[in-house]
């Protein structure tokens, strides 16, 4: 959908949990993290991520075993206690490559090949996980009227 940039991102407090398993698990995660931080009294300041540990050659093997590093979380105003499946932390920011995705999520692989294409053409390197912000609620949209925004933080 559209170009590459780069953007600085600067840290920011966040619920979220963090979990083994498949990504289709993400949906349900989300509405948990996001029920705990509005009943938690932390103030919701934004929209939810999920945070890619793997590369995306890691990400398809590791979501067919069931093994996949799934994290995803909210922002928040401010500190509140967690509890043993979620936890409030501050999410590091930094430099990012950014592009933003529109359709469906499973239809995302060349939005990433293009993020990661321009990554290389400049010179960069990839120096954490990636992160996807669900900028529309896929309920209320139709499927082709999603749009994700993608980060690679890089060096």
């Known amino acids: 959908m559209s170009d590459v940039s780069m953007t600085e991102i600067e840290p920011h407090l966040v619920v979220g949990m963090r979990k083994r398993?498949?990504?289709?698990?993400?949906g349900a995660m989300i509405e948990t993290v996001w029920?705990?931080?509005?009943?938690?009294g932390a103030q919701i300041q934004g929209r939810p991520t999920f945070i890619c540990h793997e590369t995306p050659r890691e990400a398809k093997k590791a979501n067919e075993e069931a093994n996949a590093n799934?994290?995803?979380?909210?922002p928040v105003a401010k500190k509140v206690p967690g509890t043993?499946?979620?936890?409030?932390?501050?999410l590091p920011g930094g430099q990012m490559a950014r592009i933003v995705h529109q359709g469906p999520y499973?239809?995302?692989?060349?939005?990433?090949k293009k993020l990661f294409a321009w990554i290389a053409e400049n010179h960069k390197k990839v120096v954490g996980p990636t992160r996807e912000v669900y900028l529309n609620d896929p309920r209320k949209v139709a499927?082709?009227?999603i749009l994700t925004e993608i980060y690679a933080p890089i060096h």
Do not use: H, L, N
Request: net charge negative.
């Open 21 to 26: 398993g498949t990504y289709a698990e993400i």
């Open 35 to 40: 029920r705990f931080a509005a009943g938690s």
């Open 70 to 74: 799934v994290e995803v979380v909210v």
């Open 84 to 90: 043993d499946r979620v936890r409030c932390y501050e």
């Open 106 to 112: 499973d239809q995302c692989a060349a939005t990433y």
């Open 143 to 145: 499927p082709e009227e």
